[in-house]
């Protein structure tokens, strides 16, 4: 489906009926929140929490039953239920995530995959078309935000350092094909899916599209918008770094170098650094590739390009987005982000604390989706809207994952007694 058709079928959702789901359409759509104080958004966040346990309980016999044996009453919950009912995203691997599934869940979505990178077995979520309409409404709102205006419907070209075939698999791809489509800018796929010559994962069978490639860097579009994995700036600059004179010269003379990506022009990455061992620190990636990236002001005065970097995952309905420089990444208003010590496997209250991310998307209608991705971030004060800010530290190592699941009990125990 393309996204004019996914808000289309999201219109006509059964879904559409409960009032929960109602107050979350109405929500998702309310740019305001971006302006709310963090003291109001951590009350309106409680008072999701427990009336989303309510409409998974109307909406799932297993729900129901789960809160029941772990004594959590929906009216009541707090922010300890959520570590309770949390999962490791190792549960969704194969066809893991079909048990979450509520039972009048509506056909016809998409199914996004992980990498695979780190698991030969990826994790596989499945997105009704409802849950796909939130998600793109969600992501643009908090796109808009960090980077710091509307985009304007209709104005300026994107290239994605990927292949199209990738927009039914990855969920990053989706989102951002999907916004834009939405926003009615042209994107163009910087790579191809060569099928049949190797094996491996789709990302290793990519080669360049080099006349997409090249239509981009000579349009003179704007904002000129670049969506890619660090990998991908930080080759891209380095093979024009590497240019013979004559070759530079050429490029110049085309006016592509620099590569000016106008006004409000942006790179955004995500992805981070896997399947990569020998990239230099993201920082350093940014520093080496703003010699040979330009882009103007909303003044239109030349300015150092922007850099913006997504932190999302196949389980996450809506990602975390920072901006170089600037702030470090931020979650959506509606999503609960917490974090466990890992030491001890309980919350961490702390403004500035390091531990096991645990992320909760009350948003999402067909599952409940709160889980832990892997991953060891840090927090820190912020006087934007969420109150705090995160960076992002390392993946768990495989002993840490193995303890994790040892320590999670809640759900997770009570999955393994049912099977």
């Known amino acids: 489906m393309n996204s004019f058709e996914i808000f289309e079928a999201a219109s006509k959702s059964r879904l559409f009926k409960d009032p929960y789901v109602e107050k979350i359409w109405a929500l998702i759509k309310d740019k305001s929140l971006f302006s709310k104080s963090a003291d109001y958004l951590i009350k309106l966040r409680k008072s999701l929490l427990r009336d989303a346990l309510s409409y998974f309980s109307r909406h799932s016999d297993y ?9 959590i009453s929906p009216g009541e919950a707090e922010l300890e239920d959520l570590a309770r009912l949390a999962i490791p995203s190792d549960i969704l691997r194969g066809e893991g995530h079909k048990q979450f599934l509520i039972k009048d869940v509506e056909e016809n979505g998409e199914y996004f995959m992980s990498s695979g990178t ?10 009704s078309p409802l849950d796909l309409a939130i998600m793109i409404t969600g992501n643009t709102y908090l796109f808009e935000y960090v980077y710091g205006k509307e985009v304007e419907a209709g104005k300026g070209v994107a290239l994605f350092m990927a292949a199209p075939e990738l927009r039914y ?40 599209n080099q006349e997409n490639i090249l239509r981009f860097l000579r349009s003179r579009e704007e904002p000129k918008l670049l969506f890619t994995a660090p990998a991908g700036v930080y080759l891209l600059s380095k093979k024009f770094e590497e240019m013979n ?12 170098l620099p590569i000016n990506l106008g006004k409000g022009g ?7 650094t896997k399947g990569f061992s020998d990239l230099p620190p993201y920082d350093k990636i940014v520093e080496f590739s703003r010699k040979y990236f330009v882009s103007r002001g909303q003044d239109g005065s030349r300015q150092t390009v922007p850099f913006m970097d997504v932190f ?4 996450t309905l809506t990602a975390m987005l920072d901006k170089f420089g600037e702030m470090d990444k931020i979650p959506h208003p509606l999503s609960e982000v917490f974090i466990l010590n890992p030491k ?3 919350l961490d209250r702390d403004d500035y604390a390091e531990g096991i991310i645990g992320i909760f998307n009350p948003f999402t209608t067909s599952w409940l989706e709160v889980f832990y991705p892997g991953d060891i971030v840090r927090s820190h004060p912020s006087n934007r809207y969420y109150g705090k800010e995160y960076v992002y530290v390392r993946r768990l190592s495989v002993d840490e994952g193995w303890s ?16």
């Open 312 to 315: 999302g995952m196949t389980e």
């Open 245 to 256: 004179i004559v070759q530079r010269l050429v490029y110049k003379l085309l006016r592509i």
């Open 266 to 272: 942006v790179i955004v990455t995500g992805g981070g």
């Open 118 to 127: 780190t698991n030969p077995n990826p994790v596989k979520v499945y997105r």
């Open 169 to 208: 698999r990855l969920n990053f791809v989706a989102f951002v094909h999907l916004t834009l489509e939405s926003k009615k800018i042209p994107l163009l796929y910087g790579m191809n899916l060569i099928e049949g010559t190797t094996d491996g994962k789709p990302w290793q069978k990519l080669v360049p």
């Open 344 to 346: 001890t496997f309980e």
């Open 404 to 419: 994790l699941q040892r320590a999670c009990g809640g759900t997770l125990e009570e999955l393994m007694g049912r099977s």
């Open 63 to 71: 729900y129901r039953e789960l809160f029941e044996r772990l004594r």
